[in-house]
């Protein structure tokens, strides 16, 4: 049933094409596959083949006059492995809008502000080793609401805000009385070698905590080819004691590390980060080390090898793949999880 509604949209679409020859339309995608020895330092140790954020997706604009352009894009993820998929259609960053020299305003469903701001220090997005592995493990702070309302200013002086507000961010429509809202904004600075983002986030639930985090992020190129990075995050999450119980206020949690990229040679990059864990929850701390080597062919090829580690507390069952892919077996309290990676990334 999902395969079939994504091919009937893009029927659709290609039907539609005489009505929207004025728009500057573009298809794209992403195959992202890799072959992965996954281990939890207990009893597994498998070969896993993982789809990581694969996606196919259209997007178009037309420019109404010099000052207001009409935007859209609709995007949905794809497994090229046996993963079953869900009924939802447009699962990743789908929306309409405007922009013009006054900024840009979106209305849809797409990455809030504060999970776009790892941006400057995210080298392994999408990969074993990626930070979110830590940094959604006291609350879920990367993620993309529906229902949401983003405007994003134009940039002055290197300096672009956003903000985005979500009256309903757990279901289609906003229900009579709901106060399940959401509330991102982030300020970033880029100018010359340096690119520096600090986010907030807040959640609003009925009848539960409301969890927040604040979310700091930079990068500085130290030399054409060298860059380095650093990030920290302190959010507050929620809890269920027991399944399906009520939601109590969940533990405070801090994750901070470093991270860097040298380039080897015109299309060899090196790439390293660590990042730790520091939770209130007794045990649950955890530390995560990942090296990379990275081959980029061209723009759109690029093939990798990664190590990466996770070092648990004893009450702490963290891994370096669980998050973005579709390989995830869970991993084993008080061990060391690690991960052994061999990936290709195409874009088109």
Same mark, same amino acid.
């Given at each position: 049933?999902?395969?079939? %509604?994504?091919?009937?949209?893009?029927?659709?679409?290609?039907?539609?094409?005489? !009505?929207?020859?004025?728009?500057?339309?573009?298809?794209?995608?992403? $195959?992202?596959?890799?072959?992965?020895?996954?281990?939890?330092?207990?009893?597994?140790?498998?070969?896993?083949?993982?789809?990581?954020?694969?996606?196919?997706?259209? %997007?178009?604009?037309?420019?109404?006059?010099?000052?207001?352009?009409?935007?859209?894009?609709?995007?949905?993820?794809?497994?090229?492995?046996?993963?079953?998929?869900?009924?939802?259609?447009?699962?990743?960053?789908?929306? !309409?809008?405007? %922009?013009?020299?006054?900024?840009?305003?979106?209305?849809?469903?797409?990455?809030?502000?504060?999970?776009?701001?790892?941006?400057?220090?995210?080298?392994?997005?999408?990969?074993?080793?990626?930070?979110?592995?830590?940094?959604?493990?006291?609350?879920?702070?990367?993620?993309?609401?529906?229902?949401?309302?983003?405007?994003?200013?134009?940039?002055?002086?290197?300096?672009?805000?956003?903000?985005?507000?979500?009256?309903?961010?757990? =279901? #289609?429509?906003?229900?009579?009385?709901?106060?399940?809202?959401?509330?991102?904004?982030?300020?970033?600075?880029?100018?010359?070698?340096?690119?520096?983002?600090? !986010?907030?986030?807040?959640?609003?639930?009925?009848?539960?905590?409301?969890?927040?985090?604040?979310?700091?992020?930079?990068?500085?190129?130290?030399?054409?080819?060298?860059?380095?990075?650093?990030?920290?995050?302190?959010?507050?999450?929620?809890?269920?004691? +027991?399944?399906?119980?009520?939601?109590? *206020?969940?533990?405070?949690?801090?994750?901070?590390? +470093?991270?860097?990229?040298?380039?080897?040679?015109?299309?060899?990059?090196? %790439?390293?980060?660590? /990042?730790?864990?520091?939770? *209130?929850?007794? *045990?649950?701390?955890?530390?995560?080390?990942?090296?990379?080597?990275?081959?980029?062919?061209?723009?759109?090829?690029? /093939?990798?090898?990664?190590?990466?580690?996770?070092?648990?507390?004893?009450?702490?069952?963290?891994?370096?793949?669980?998050?973005?892919?579709? $390989?995830?077996?869970? &991993?084993?309290? &008080? #061990?060391?999880?690690?991960? /052994? =990676?061999?990936?290709?990334?195409?874009?088109?």
């Amino acid at each position: 049933m999902h395969h079939k %509604k994504l091919i009937a949209a893009m029927v659709a679409v290609g039907v539609s094409m005489p !009505a929207l020859a004025v728009a500057d339309m573009t298809l794209y995608g992403r $195959a992202h596959l890799s072959t992965d020895l996954l281990d939890d330092g207990a009893d597994y140790s498998e070969l896993n083949i993982s789809s990581n954020s694969s996606r196919l997706g259209f %997007k178009g604009q037309h420019e109404v006059n010099p000052n207001l352009t009409a935007i859209f894009q609709i995007e949905q993820e794809i497994f090229f492995d046996t993963k079953d998929n869900s009924e939802d259609f447009a699962t990743r960053d789908t929306f !309409a809008g405007l %922009k013009g020299d006054w900024g840009m305003v979106r209305i849809g469903r797409f990455d809030t502000p504060f999970k776009k701001a790892r941006g400057p220090a995210n080298f392994f997005g999408d990969q074993v080793g990626d930070m979110r592995n830590l940094t959604k493990a006291n609350g879920n702070f990367d993620d993309r609401f529906r229902n949401t309302l983003h405007y994003q200013s134009p940039a002055l002086g290197g300096m672009v805000w956003d903000i985005s507000y979500s009256p309903e961010n757990t =279901s #289609e429509e906003t229900k009579e009385e709901s106060e399940n809202s959401a509330f991102s904004t982030s300020l970033g600075f880029e100018e010359g070698p340096m690119n520096v983002i600090v !986010a907030y986030e807040r959640q609003n639930y009925q009848d539960s905590p409301n969890p927040d985090g604040w979310r700091l992020a930079g990068a500085y190129e130290v030399t054409p080819a060298f860059t380095l990075a650093g990030f920290f995050q302190s959010t507050e999450g929620r809890v269920q004691e +027991v399944k399906n119980g009520p939601w109590l *206020d969940g533990p405070e949690g801090e994750v901070f590390g +470093v991270g860097g990229q040298y380039q080897l040679s015109p299309s060899m990059y090196l %790439k390293a980060h660590y /990042f730790t864990l520091d939770s *209130d929850c007794d *045990d649950s701390d955890a530390d995560m080390y990942t090296l990379g080597l990275e081959y980029r062919m061209d723009k759109a090829l690029r /093939f990798y090898g990664n190590l990466a580690a996770v070092s648990n507390d004893d009450a702490a069952a963290l891994t370096p793949w669980g998050q973005a892919r579709s $390989a995830t077996p869970p &991993g084993e309290a &008080g #061990e060391t999880a690690t991960a /052994f =990676s061999l990936g290709m990334r195409y874009d088109f």
